[in-house]
């Protein structure tokens, strides 16, 4: 459920009751005979039986573990969702998800995607047999048509990445289920559990890197995928046992504490993402801002009608050329050069050298992944500071000196 009324810049009221959520479900104290109120971290990979055969929930730690457990409760609740697994990353939860699969089978991919997803499909689960499309599902017309009998997995990102496309998951999900026993996932790693709930609006599975914002402290590595369906919960718990990509106690512990900060830390990325994305939007040095919250953006009323609210992910093109691009993010100093996103620091990256450089320059270019595409995962810092730091750095790319 959702609160009543309109959240800021128009969009949907925020989950009900998401803080109190994050912070007791799967937390009970009286789970543990210490009573202890944080949750422990349980790093024993085996378990006492009573009797052979008889164990109280927990046998070995690859299977199952009480730290681990405390996790997938709270982020099932976030999500909305019956069920939640952790996974040792978010491509682990990708290649699980993929062994639902058999060869044969074809997947239908968003065109626009995280590298790692792009290269895994194309490179990896293709050589086992599966057909893999690429095709632009913002557009639910292109989906429709790359349908066949054997399309067996559709998987979208929306927000994607880097180029910031906003998937309608409804008419996804109308479209994909028409059609019968294909199941759409919907990588929400963008957005996190705080303002998008997949599966309320049709998705079949919900996943995650938790490495980003779910976590929130660049700390940590693992993948989350949260359900409803029993039966594909069953599999999956089969695949995540069988398979064995499962993350430690102790990532388990630092992502579950993260969790409890999710709603606080949101609610400021937006703050300070929709300051930023303003500021960029109105300076003379910047082509063009791509961020879902600005009316600008093209599916800008999509994003209002699906979503609470929006990340701190921002794609801008920095007038010029490569060169410009470079010298900006080396005068950066609040900003720091670096892969991944959603932490609680303000990060920037050339995504066509650096994380879509696995991309074939052809799809890159198709997708407009550019050299002057710059993406910008805005932290918790002032925002005040973090626009000094993006207005000084245009400058130093642009001045006389820089060439």
Wanted: proline share 5%; charged share 20%.
């Amino acid at each position: 459920m959702q609160k009543k009324g309109v959240s800021p810049h128009g969009f949907l009221p925020s989950f009900q009751h998401f803080a109190t959520q994050a912070i007791h479900v799967g937390q009970d104290p009286d789970q543990w005979t210490s009573r202890a109120v944080v949750t422990p971290i349980s790093m024993s990979t085996t378990f006492k039986q009573g009797a052979p055969g008889k164990h109280s929930g927990f046998e070995y730690s690859r299977s199952g573990n009480p730290t681990r457990n405390c996790l997938e409760k709270a982020v099932a609740a976030l999500d909305g969702a019956k069920y939640s697994l952790a996974f040792a990353s978010g491509l682990a939860a990708t290649m699980t998800i993929t062994h639902l699969l058999k060869a044969g089978d074809q997947i239908i991919c968003m065109d626009d995607v995280y590298g790692g997803t792009n290269r895994y499909f194309r490179r990896v689960a293709s050589e086992f047999g599966l057909k893999i499309s690429f095709v632009d599902c913002s557009k639910t017309k292109l989906l429709e048509e790359a349908i066949t009998p054997e399309t067996k997995l559709v998987w979208v990102e929306t927000p994607t990445n880097p180029s910031l496309k906003m998937i309608d998951i409804e008419a996804c999900a109308h479209t994909v289920h028409k059609h019968g026993d294909i199941i759409l996932v919907v990588d929400n790693t963008f957005m996190s559990a705080y303002f998008q709930r997949p599966l309320a609006l049709g998705a079949d599975i919900c996943m995650y890197s938790a490495t980003k914002y779910m976590n929130g402290h660049s700390d940590v590595v693992m993948g989350l995928v949260s359900v409803n369906s029993e039966s594909l919960h069953d599999r999956l718990r089969f695949l995540q046992n069988s398979i064995g990509a499962v993350p430690s106690p102790f990532d388990c512990y630092l992502c579950n504490r993260g969790l409890k900060t999710l709603q606080v830390r949101m609610q400021r990325h937006f703050e300070n993402g929709m300051a930023v994305a303003q500021f960029l939007e109105s300076n003379p040095l910047v082509e063009k801002v791509i961020y879902p919250g600005l009316p600008s953006h093209p599916q800008h009323e999509l994003a209002k009608r699906q979503c609470t609210g929006c990340p701190g992910m921002i794609t801008f093109y920095i007038k010029g050329t490569l060169q410009h691009a470079e010298t900006f993010l080396k005068n950066l100093k609040l900003f720091t050069l670096a892969e991944s996103l959603g932490g609680y620091e303000s990060l920037a990256e050339l995504p066509a050298i650096m994380t879509h450089a696995s991309v074939p320059k052809s799809h890159r270019d198709a997708l407009g992944i550019s050299d002057t595409l710059i993406r910008l995962s805005v932290g918790l810092e002032d925002k005040e500071d973090l626009m000094e730091d993006l207005g000084q750095a245009l400058k130093a790319a642009h001045s006389p000196n820089a060439r």
